[in-house]
């Protein structure tokens, strides 16, 4: 296959990261298939879509025809079958739960056509942990996209040992087609690069708040104002989801049993009281 090939895209999930990701590729020129097992999501995806390209055209940053294209180019069900049933490229979007992502991926290997490329948006698990519940490894990878997708640039794609040079390739060329930066990564690493790298500061600035060093806004104001990032951490937490944070933390405490490991404190806290940032319109700061 090449990346010409690919005609239409499966997304499955419409949350936080799969309605943009979907928009991303519909504003590109390809088919797309939005899926979720919620009709709320689905109606939120598709009424979001609907605004966001109105107010670009306002804006003046994109053209009639142009949003006209690719609202016709999205669609939105609840049935996976129909979404991914002709789809030559998936990219899941789902929960950050593996036993949910293998049971998807063992759904998908199944329903789509034998050349359809699956691809996880996975924030930290690595593709060879889905790609054993397919038939199709070698066409199993990440493509992980950041949070606002239709804004962010960059896109990880990892090539796990089971995945062959052409659907690595094809990835990176579907990542510059959809108007993104691509980094490849050859090697299988938890949370790829840039989770890595957010995952340090932020056991670290969880840890100064639990140690009363400081508040959520003081560090944020510390973090814009010092090391010049666009939003200072718990903000970025409030915009990715605290609860993926959680989902994240909790999945790999289970793997490997160090209390280091575990959310902190404040992170049960803000999960247990179902503060998870602007998709609940509370997390550390709030939201209309
Ligand atoms: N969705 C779509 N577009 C958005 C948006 C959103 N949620 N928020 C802002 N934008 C667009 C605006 O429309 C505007 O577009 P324009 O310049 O073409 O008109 C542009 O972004 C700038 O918006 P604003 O002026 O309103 O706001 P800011 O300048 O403060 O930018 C931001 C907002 C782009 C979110 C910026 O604060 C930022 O870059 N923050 C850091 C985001 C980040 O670090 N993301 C990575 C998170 S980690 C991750 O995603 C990993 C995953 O696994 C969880």
Request: net charge negative; proline share 4%.
């Amino acid at each position: 296959m090449k990346v010409e090939d690919i005609k239409k895209i499966c997304v499955i999930g419409a949350g936080n990261m799969g309605h943009q990701i979907s928009l991303s590729a519909a504003l590109a020129g390809f088919k797309v298939s939005c899926t979720d097992i919620s009709q709320e999501m689905l109606d939120k995806a598709q009424a979001f879509a609907g605004s966001y390209l109105a107010e670009r055209v306002k804006k003046g940053k994109l053209n009639q025809e142009l949003a006209d294209q690719a609202l016709a180019n999205l669609s939105f069900t609840n049935s996976l079958e129909q979404a991914a049933g002709d789809a030559d490229y998936v990219i899941e979007a789902a929960v950050e739960k593996i036993d949910i992502k293998r049971r998807l991926f063992a759904d998908l290997d199944r329903i789509t056509p034998p050349h359809a490329i699956l691809a996880t948006n996975s924030s930290f698990i690595v593709s060879s942990k889905v790609a054993d519940a397919t038939t199709r490894p070698d066409k199993v990878c990440n493509m992980h996209f950041f949070n606002p997708a239709l804004v962010m640039k960059l896109v990880e794609v990892v090539q796990g040992p089971h995945t062959s040079a052409e659907t690595a390739q094809i990835t990176m060329e579907l990542c510059e087609k959809i108007g993104k930066i691509g980094v490849l990564l050859k090697k299988e690493i938890y949370g790829f690069l840039v989770n890595r790298i957010l995952a340090a500061i932020s056991k670290e600035v969880y840890y100064l708040v639990d140690m009363g060093i400081a508040t959520p806004e003081e560090i944020d104001t510390a973090v814009v104002n010092a090391l010049g990032h666009p939003m200072g951490p718990f903000r970025l937490q409030d915009l990715t989801g605290i609860d993926l944070g959680y989902y994240v933390a909790m999945e790999r405490y289970q793997e490997t049993g160090n209390p280091n490991d575990k959310p902190s404190p404040l992170m049960v806290e803000k999960f247990v009281k179902g503060e998870w940032g602007k998709k609940t319109g509370k997390g550390f700061y709030s939201y209309e």
